[in-house]
């Protein structure tokens, strides 16, 4: 097993100079040295082919006793320093101060193909940060992170991947509910790969202390290695590196309301600096088109990061940012300008990806106000988003009956569907009928682009569970199967007919379905 390492994180940066394992504030440092804990029984659960490649891996070293060693932490690769990374983070709008890599180590950044991969094992055991959790993942939300990293890669959305999966063989206290009930699970290590795994709070961390020395070294750091098409840092490159960041936030969100994706934990710690999905813990994907829902119970009372609130939060995480760098630039104005920015580009962002999802791609004024009579309609009565989306491409121009019956799979309770919702969703295709004839696209080209931007496939909250329930159990195949389903969510692929359908009656209250904690 041959891997190009290329590290520049650890050899570029400030090191925490104290090498012992024992929790503890940083200071001056943007991380720690520290070496995976040595799992009892490791085992290979799932590989990511893809994800193999991209490292410049084989099929045959992934099945080798060395990967397994790696990439469970049993051993360390030659030439190479692991450590966890300091943050902090503001968590649910307060200051939490330093967090950090908890349970997670960095083993190396490797080049393949003129790309850079940082490889991070999660729950590979307590670090500096660990607080009072134990630096340990389950293999429940191990298999959640592993299958939705790669699914969200496959939609297109940017995100951190997944290499692999493993067991530990050790055991995993975890309190499930937060009820008093902890119970034992068997423990697992991810594998995630990204880039760079730079958060917001990585640093707002050196803004906290005034430690602008720190500060300046990493945010140098950042555009030398991943802002690279920028100049010599200087304040006026700064600001170009907020707007980028900015950006890329923004392009990210708009995929997650695209396709229904709640992330749940949206704190500043969860936010990176690439603009990736990171970090994923108690997220959902709507299943009824409800803009209030989230999957966090954790977040239940206030739904802070609610499916509709996902933009602005990120909005609000940029200010934290903003805030964090702004004794570098110095210039409130500016960085209030790109903030302002934001919202108006998301404005537009927002309004050409739901026109995407409804096939228009010419102008028309009243756009806006088709999409949001529809976004109304569509929560009158609980109605499954991805198939609503997926089988409107099936309408056709010249329809003179009513679309509702081409969508008509996607509603949960047909009988709460009274004269008058009727009554609007039809007014609602008609104008729908009247704005398409404006497009120039055929019926078959209109379904085509749509497929394109509306997944047949998810990875909805059941079909995680089943994967998790059958590994429990030492099956596996469940999780080969969603992995490789959702390697093509915009394709038919009529084999997997069955993943296209609404959430089952016993998920609709099932812990893990609809109800997910921070528990991990
Ligand atoms: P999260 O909300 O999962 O992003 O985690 C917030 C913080 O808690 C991060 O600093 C994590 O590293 C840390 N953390 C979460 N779970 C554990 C754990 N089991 N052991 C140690 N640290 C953890
Ligand atoms: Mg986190």
């Given at each position: 097993?041959?891997?190009?390492?290329?590290?520049?994180?650890?050899?570029?940066?400030?090191?925490?100079?104290?090498?012992?394992?024992?929790?503890?504030?940083?200071?001056?440092?943007?991380?720690?040295?520290?070496?995976?804990?040595?799992?009892?029984?490791?085992?290979?659960?799932?590989?990511?082919?893809?994800m193999?490649?991209?490292?410049?891996?084989?099929?045959?070293?992934?099945?080798?006793?060395?990967?397994?060693?790696?990439?469970?932490?049993?051993?360390?690769?030659?030439?190479?320093?692991?450590?966890?990374?300091?943050?902090?983070?503001h968590?649910?709008?307060?200051?939490?101060?330093?967090?950090?890599?908890?349970?997670?180590?960095?083993?190396?950044?490797?080049?393949?193909?003129?790309?850079?991969?940082?490889?991070?094992?999660?729950?590979?055991?307590?670090?500096?940060?660990?607080?009072?959790?134990?630096?340990?993942?389950?293999?429940?939300?191990?298999i959640r992170?592993?299958?939705?990293?790669?699914?969200?890669?496959?939609?297109?959305?940017?995100?951190?991947?997944?290499?692999?999966?493993?067991?530990?063989?050790?055991?995993?206290?975890?309190?499930?509910?937060?009820?008093?009930?902890?119970?034992?699970?068997?423990?697992?290590?991810?594998?995630?790969?990204?880039?760079?795994?730079?958060?917001?709070?990585?640093?707002?961390?050196?803004?906290?202390?005034?430690?602008?020395?720190?500060?300046?070294?990493?945010?140098?750091?950042?555009?030398?290695?991943?802002?690279?098409?920028?100049?010599?840092?200087?304040?006026?490159?700064?600001?170009?590196?907020?707007?980028?960041?900015?950006?890329?936030?923004?392009?990210?969100?708009?995929?997650?309301?695209?396709?229904?994706?709640v992330?749940?934990?949206?704190?500043?710690?969860?936010?990176?600096?690439?603009?990736?999905?990171?970090?994923?813990?108690?997220?959902?994907?709507?299943?009824?088109?409800?803009?209030?829902?989230?999957?966090?119970?954790?977040?239940?009372?206030?739904?802070?990061?609610?499916?509709?609130?996902?933009?602005?939060?990120?909005?609000?995480?940029?200010?934290?940012l903003?805030?964090?760098?702004?004794?570098?630039i110095?210039?409130?104005?500016?960085?209030?300008?790109?903030?302002?920015?934001?919202?108006?580009?998301?404005?537009?962002?927002?309004?050409?990806?739901?026109?995407?999802?409804?096939?228009?791609?010419?102008?028309?004024?009243?756009d806006?106000?088709?999409?949001?009579?529809?976004?109304?309609i569509?929560?009158?009565?609980?109605?499954?988003?991805?198939?609503?989306?997926?089988?409107?491409?099936?309408?056709l121009?010249?329809?003179?009956?009513?679309?509702?019956?081409?969508?008509?799979?996607?509603?949960?309770?047909?009988?709460?569907?009274?004269?008058?919702?009727?009554?609007?969703?039809?007014?609602?295709?008609?104008?729908?009928?009247?704005?398409?004839?404006?497009?120039?696209?055929?019926?078959?080209?209109?379904?085509?682009?749509?497929?394109?931007?509306?997944?047949?496939?998810?990875?909805?909250?059941?079909?995680?569970q089943?994967?998790?329930?059958?590994?429990?159990?030492?099956?596996?195949?469940?999780?080969?199967?969603?992995?490789?389903?959702?390697?093509?969510?915009?394709?038919?692929?009529p084999?997997?007919?069955?993943?296209?359908?609404?959430?089952?009656?016993?998920?609709?209250?099932?812990?893990?379905?609809?109800?997910?904690?921070?528990?991990?």
């Open positions: 097993m041959k891997l190009n390492i290329k590290d520049t994180f650890n050899t570029e940066l400030p090191a925490d100079p104290v090498l012992e394992n024992y929790r503890r504030q940083v200071k001056k440092a943007c991380f720690s040295f520290v070496t995976p804990r040595k799992p009892s029984k490791p085992s290979l659960i799932h590989v990511s082919p893809e193999i490649e991209a490292i410049g891996l084989s099929e045959e070293d992934s099945k080798s006793e060395e990967f397994l060693s790696i990439f469970s932490g049993k051993e360390v690769l030659d030439n190479t320093k692991p450590y966890a990374m300091c943050y902090a983070g968590q649910f709008g307060n200051w939490a101060g330093q967090l950090g890599d908890g349970r997670a180590i960095n083993l190396a950044e490797i080049e393949h193909d003129s790309k850079k991969w940082t490889l991070q094992l999660k729950g590979a055991g307590e670090t500096p940060y660990s607080r009072s959790a134990d630096g340990l993942a389950v293999l429940r939300s191990s992170e592993y299958l939705c990293s790669e699914a969200m890669f496959h939609l297109g959305v940017p995100t951190t991947r997944a290499l692999s999966i493993v067991l530990t063989g050790d055991e995993v206290l975890r309190d499930v509910l937060y009820n008093g009930n902890p119970a034992y699970e068997k423990g697992a290590i991810v594998c995630r790969t990204s880039p760079s795994f730079l958060r917001f709070g990585s640093f707002e961390i050196f803004a906290a202390s005034q430690d602008l020395g720190t500060q300046k070294q990493l945010i140098d750091f950042t555009i030398k290695h991943h802002f690279q098409h920028l100049e010599t840092p200087s304040k006026e490159v700064y600001l170009q590196f907020f707007k980028e960041v900015t950006t890329k936030s923004l392009e990210m969100v708009i995929h997650w309301q695209r396709i229904g994706f992330h749940g934990v949206m704190n500043t710690d969860n936010m990176s600096i690439l603009g990736l999905t990171i970090d994923y813990g108690p997220y959902g994907w709507l299943e009824g088109y409800d803009h209030g829902w989230t999957p966090n119970t954790t977040d239940n009372t206030h739904k802070r990061y609610r499916f509709e609130a996902q933009p602005e939060i990120v909005q609000w995480n940029l200010y934290q903003a805030n964090a760098i702004f004794p570098l110095e210039d409130a104005k500016s960085l209030e300008s790109i903030l302002i920015h934001y919202r108006m580009d998301f404005k537009t962002a927002y309004l050409e990806m739901m026109k995407s999802k409804l096939g228009l791609f010419s102008e028309d004024e009243n806006s106000k088709l999409i949001e009579e529809l976004e109304q569509l929560q009158l009565t609980e109605t499954d988003m991805t198939i609503f989306f997926r089988n409107l491409s099936n309408y121009k010249e329809e003179k009956v009513v679309g509702l019956s081409i969508v008509s799979e996607a509603f949960y309770q047909p009988t709460e569907i009274t004269t008058l919702i009727e009554e609007r969703w039809k007014k609602w295709f008609l104008q729908y009928r009247v704005r398409l004839q404006k497009e120039a696209l055929s019926d078959h080209e209109r379904a085509t682009k749509m497929n394109r931007v509306n997944p047949k496939y998810v990875l909805r909250n059941y079909m995680a089943l994967a998790i329930d059958a590994a429990d159990k030492g099956d596996y195949s469940v999780i080969g199967e969603l992995f490789d389903v959702l390697k093509k969510p915009y394709e038919e692929q084999e997997y007919q069955k993943w296209f359908a609404k959430r089952p009656e016993w998920a609709r209250h099932k812990v893990g379905c609809s109800m997910l904690s921070c528990s991990s």
